[in-house]
């Protein structure tokens, strides 16, 4: 299994964390193209910032989140969903912190790996640190050392090894 990034967001919307291991693959259609002399294309053939793509992130997990909502009623949940050169897998905690993992399409459900990352390293080395802020105003991240090595074992010795 390969993943490719991971995000948190917390409950105004900021991305408090993101790590990326490997560029996602780009589909052919998302390229920029020339049609008539015209440049296509939503990236006009410039890569997107990590702000720009955690942005996108966000807001494709928040309509994919109320419209399963609004389609199945508030007991279904979100879980993930897949592309042709992706997979991205979510979970939301008790307080509204969002996990979100992108993945190659191959990859199971990875809710149970979210909840334990939450659980066994956000909780443990976040939220129980003393020096680390209650809340991220302004996109203030996560910088915790700790959690950052711990979710780098974590990932490398349990999902890619």
């Known amino acids: 299994m390969v993943v490719y990034s991971f995000y948190i967001f917390d409950r105004h919307a900021d991305c408090i964390y993101k790590k990326k291991w490997l560029p996602r693959p780009t589909s052919s ?19 997107l910032s990590a702000e720009d793509d955690a942005k996108l992130i966000f807001g494709t997990i928040f309509s994919l989140r109320n419209m399963v ?5 508030p007991e279904d949940n979100f879980i993930s969903y897949r592309t042709g050169h992706y997979k991205l897998h979510y979970y939301e905690s008790p ?8 993945t190659d399409t191959k990859t199971n459900n990875l809710r149970i790996v979210l909840h334990q990352i939450y659980v066994s390293l956000y909780v443990e080395y976040v ?5 680390s802020p209650i809340e991220h105003p302004g ?7 700790m959690f950052e090595l711990g979710l780098e074992q974590f990932i490398n010795g349990s999902l890619q090894g």
């Open 127 to 131: 939220v129980k640190n003393p020096l």
């Open 69 to 73: 909502r609004k389609l199945g009623g």
């Open 95 to 102: 307080t509204s912190l969002k996990f979100v993992m992108v």
């Open 139 to 145: 996109g203030l991240g996560v910088n915790c050392e």
């Open 29 to 47: 259609s998302s390229r920029a193209t020339q049609s008539n002399g015209l440049l296509t294309g939503a990236t006009h053939g410039k890569a």
